[in-house]
């Protein structure tokens, strides 16, 4: 296996009491790009970076990260290995500041987090570090607010910055953009190009004006298997996507109405 | 002054950053403690702290690791066997069986924490009972524990083997164990100081973390059962140093600490006073335990009325009393 291919899986796949979710993807995700993981709803992209992320067990096939086997490792191990994933619900620590937010993060890498007889205040010491990571996502204005009252663009926004305080060697972002404003999504946007810089991003977006700006490489899942591969030319201009992906993206745009 | 953009955290931290403030309450606590043997029967008061210190170590598990347990009266019963059998039959000065029955309670924590903290919810809470039984059925056959009538006449000896804690002196026109009285106070309160200073610390951010959201903490590479372990054990132990403690001052570790019973009390008390504060548990501990002292006359009874009490309470303020009071207090700022 080559060395610039960070996360490759073969034949990944995963059945839900007999109905497969997923079956047969084999995913190769560049060092250094961002990938976009597209698709209609249950088409099983969440299932799949809880597949990635051991958050379920893959009822086949196997996860290989960095050139290693990953399939048997516990969610928090892979975590510990640079692979950091969001949520598709955005999943921040409610009653903490924003500021706390953060700064659990950066505890988790100090090796301090059990010391259960040492001051809270021990946290203070990664002040500059947290406020330096929110003001990289806007949030220098809110660090003292409790994560769940912020809106909803900004608990995303939030959700980054706890990630990047991990310096994740590939992030996994499930629909960042989701129930965004138009202002939103573009502060949203730019964030994942900046953080991007140096590291590997695999994101799911239905906003496919965030993918077309966004993506060096897109995998169209349809039904649980890989349906076309390439970058944006390629991909909008396969049939099978336009019948299967477009198609059901335009119903859905009229039930949304 | 309050900022737009910050409410809560200003308020917060003009709360938490007035030294004055942050130990008036411990101030008080001492305050209170001190004067309480001289207007209450001393054995009491310090039966009070004792339970007041496990409802507080039960609490750690509750009320900030999340974790129902309905096991705890193994740890407390247990340590309370253990140091009652360490000072009767080894001749163990006291605080050498204290600490013994408390690290013995750590054991028991481990072995019964790292079986039950796979499990979710009421299957903890299933788990926990049916292995702090098999604890009880132990206690009740191992011929050391003396059986129905428990291990009584526990000798509570000489402390470093000088100080005799069953000496009573004459202060202020009142007679009073003052050696036994202060080493009990002593211990209460470096337990319940270990319990406040776990909450607020790295460990505790990081079980609220996990309470508060547990797949966004594993997946930013917190290994949670690791960390609910600890929390466990930490529980266990304090728990068996209350029980240890209460073995001595009543010179008895009967069936009754190691019961189901007593752990159904330890979850009343805690809920009752309010589980996830400090103070709560304390209040409750002190309510339920006085409870049963002033309804002993009503015999079997005891138990119905402390339940009709529990059901009124919860229904009424479900906080707890400690709970609602903050809650209240919070609310009218
Ligand atoms: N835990 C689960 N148990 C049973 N079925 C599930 C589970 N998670 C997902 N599914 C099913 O798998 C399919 C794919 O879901 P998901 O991965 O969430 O799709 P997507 O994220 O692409 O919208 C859906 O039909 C969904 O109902
Ligand atoms: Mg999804």
Known sequence: ?257 | METLASPSASRLEKRVNHPFVSYLPWLVAAVVCLAAPFLIYPVFVMELLCFALFAAAFNLLLGFGGLLSFGHACFFGGAAYLCGHALKVWGLTPELGIVLATLGAGVLGVLIGMVAIRRQGIYFAMVTLALAQIVFFSCLQLPQTGGEDGLQGIPRGMLFGFIDLSAEVMVAGSKIPLAMYLFVLTLCFGGYWLIWRTVHSPFGVVLKAIRENEPRAISLGYRVDAYKLTAFVLSAMLSGLAGATKALVVGLASLTDVSWHMSGEVVLMTLLGGMGTLLGPVVGAVTVVSLHHELSALGSWVTVTIGVIFVVCVMAFRRGIVGEIAYRMKRSF
């Open chain 1, 1 to 257: 296996m080559s060395e610039d291919i960070i996360l490759e899986t073969r034949q990944l796949g995963k059945v839900f009491n007999g109905f497969a979710a997923v079956s047969d993807v084999n995913l190769t995700v560049r060092r250094g790009t961002i990938h976009a993981l597209i698709g209609p709803n249950g088409a099983g992209k969440t299932t799949v970076f809880n597949l990635l992320t051991k958050f379920l067990p893959p009822s086949s096939g196997s996860v290989i990260y960095d050139g290693q086997d990953i399939t048997a490792l516990k969610p928090a191990d892979v975590a510990l290995k640079g692979l950091i994933r969001s949520f598709q619900i955005s999943a921040v620590f409610p009653d903490m500041s924003a500021l706390d937010n953060v700064r659990v993060a950066l505890l988790r890498q100090s090796g301090l987090a059990h010391r259960f007889w040492r001051p809270a205040h021990l946290l203070n010491r990664w002040n500059e570090q947290a406020f330096a990571l929110l003001e990289d996502v806007g949030l220098s204005d809110f660090a003292h607010v409790l994560a769940g009252e912020l809106s909803y663009g900004r608990k995303r926004a939030l959700e980054i910055a706890t990630t990047l305080a991990l310096d994740p060697v590939l992030m996994l972002l499930d629909e960042p953009t989701q129930g965004m404003g138009v202002e939103d999504v573009d502060r949203v946007t730019a964030l994942i190009r900046r953080v991007a810089e140096g590291r590997t991003v695999l994101m799911v977006e239905h906003n496919l004006k965030v993918v077309a700006t966004l993506a060096d490489h897109i995998t169209v899942l349809a039904r649980g298997q890989v349906l076309s591969e390439g970058n944006y030319a390629t991909v909008s201009a396969d049939p099978k996507v336009r019948e299967a992906y477009l198609g059901i993206r335009a119903d859905e745009e009229v039930a949304h109405a």
